[in-house]
């Protein structure tokens, strides 16, 4: 089984809202992924939890604020996001110590902000 | 800064053609390369896996690896219409578990 699973489907927002992702895997994966994509461009990593601990953080802003609360969930909280952050939020997940390392990802998140 | 670079396509393709997409990567430490395959509007779905150099077949996709010269490549044989879709090219870094992906190809295959 290589599910990834992600809620909700779609979520609009406004810029003063505050809303949280949500990401679930039982695989009995210990790294878990939060990437942001735009239309017509590759997915971009934004965060990485090892053994439920944040070990890349690629600059993001600080409106987006992600938590893992066990090795299975893994949250992203949004707080004052800006209409640019309107995308597809995906999550994935991967043996944390394997030579494979293969990223399996959820069905995204699609977020408007108006 | 490490790079990953495909031919953007699209890749237009007769059904039951061969479509052959590659992939070349700047980091020569690179030891996991994967394809994924990505539909419009949805996630990107994890194809083929490659780490050693040669091929590797699984159905009707071969992905061939040549950390030598720096490519690797897809080639899906006897194409289908189902398979129109964006495919994006990944390598991990040597360290870490860090994917850094393609631009992606779009591959249209005409009945």
């Known amino acids: 089984d290589t599910e990834v699973t992600q809620t909700p489907k779609h979520l609009v927002m406004g810029m003063t809202n505050k809303k949280s992702l949500k990401c679930e895997q039982h695989?009995?994966?210990?790294?878990m992924y939060w990437y942001k994509q735009k239309a017509k461009k590759p997915p971009e990593l934004m965060f990485v939890?090892?053994?439920?601990?944040?070990?890349i953080n690629e600059s993001v802003p600080s409106r987006f604020s992600p938590e893992c609360p066990n090795s299975s969930l893994l949250n992203l909280h949004l707080h004052a996001l800006q209409p640019e952050d309107s995308a597809l939020y995906l999550c994935?997940?991967?043996?944390?110590?394997?030579?494979?390392?293969?990223?399996?990802f959820g069905p995204g998140t699609r977020l408007t902000v108006t | 800064q490490k790079e990953v670079e495909q031919n953007s396509g699209p890749l237009s393709v007769p059904e039951g053609a061969i479509a052959s997409l590659n992939c070349t990567y700047s980091?020569?430490?690179?030891?996991?390369f994967f394809w994924y395959r990505q539909y419009s509007g949805k996630s990107p779905e994890l194809i083929m896996s490659?780490?050693?150099?040669g091929d590797k077949e699984d159905g009707r996709f071969t992905a061939q690896l040549n950390k030598a010269s720096q490519y690797v490549s897809l080639l899906i044989r006897d194409s289908q219409p189902s398979d129109s879709a964006t495919y994006l090219c990944?390598?991990?870094?040597?360290?870490?578990?860090?994917?850094?992906f393609g631009g992606g190809t779009r591959v249209l295959v005409k009945p």
């Open positions: 994935a997940s991967s043996q944390a110590v394997a030579r494979t390392y293969e990223q399996y």
């Open positions: 939890y090892s053994y439920e601990k944040l070990s």
């Open positions: 980091d020569r430490v690179s030891q996991s």
């Open positions: 990944a390598v991990r870094e040597a360290a870490g578990n860090k994917l850094t």
């Open positions: 695989m009995g994966h210990r790294a």
């Open positions: 490659i780490y050693s150099n």
